[in-house]
T-cell receptor, first 113, second 111 residues
């Protein structure tokens, strides 16, 4: 069974203070690892898909990286508008729907001005 | 990406009743999904809904409790039947357009 663990559960940063969020996963065969951003009262917003170890993707102040066991979401010089819950999900090759996403519980990021 | 809307956005229901949640997409998509996000828990896939075929349910979810319709390529409904307080959750539809994109969710409270 695919599993995703995100840490920390919550992270509070000062504006401009860079940090990283962790996503550890176990999956029989990785089709893809996904990062989403979720604001209160809204559905998840797609950020990145990573397919293989060593892959990196960037979008504004965010950079996602992938190894065979974990992914990191690096946030460089964050701003208050980056405050949200960041969700990590994997899509594996075993069991259930071929398109099933298995999510972690998320990291609640708060960036103070 | 396609624009996804859900109705209702929130509702408060009595135990033992049923609620049907609608998901409308502004373009045609083959694959749609229904997820549940319980308080403090991970987003969990309930079922996959393809137009023209029966929905495929994940382990722990059954059609009698969560019947799904997919009458065309832009619309789907999820019914939460015979509700109990444990069904209080956010229900989200999503679609596959290269990636999975999510609707805004329906926040359900069962008293």
């Amino acid at each position: 069974e695919d599993q995703v663990t995100q840490s920390p559960e919550a992270l509070r940063l000062q504006e401009g203070e860079s940090s990283s969020l962790n996503c550890s996963y176990t999956v029989s065969g990785l089709r893809g690892l996904f990062w989403y951003r979720q604001d209160p009262g809204k559905g998840p917003e797609f950020l990145f898909t990573l397919y293989s170890a060593g892959e990196e993707k960037e979008k504004e102040r965010l950079k996602a990286t992938l190894t065979k066991k974990e992914s990191f979401l690096h946030i460089t010089a964050p701003k208050p508008e980056d405050s949200a819950t960041y969700l990590c999900a994997v899509q594996g090759t075993s069991g259930g729907s071929n398109y099933k996403l298995t999510f972690g519980k998320g990291t609640l990021l708060t960036v103070n001005p | 990406s396609a624009v996804i809307s859900q109705k209702p956005s929130r509702d408060i229901c009595q135990r033992g009743t049923s609620l049907t949640i609608q998901c409308q997409v502004d373009s045609q998509v083959t694959m749609m999904f229904w997820y549940r996000q319980q308080p403090g828990q991970s987003l969990t896939l309930i079922a996959t809904a393809n137009q023209g075929s029966e929905a495929t349910y994940e382990s722990g979810f059954v059609i009698d409790k969560f019947p799904i319709s997919r009458p065309n390529l832009t619309f789907s409904t999820l019914t939460v039947s015979n509700m109990s307080p444990e069904d209080s959750s956010i229900y989200l539809c999503s679609l596959l357009q290269h990636e999975q994109f999510f609707g805004p969710g329906t926040r359900l409270t069962v008293l």
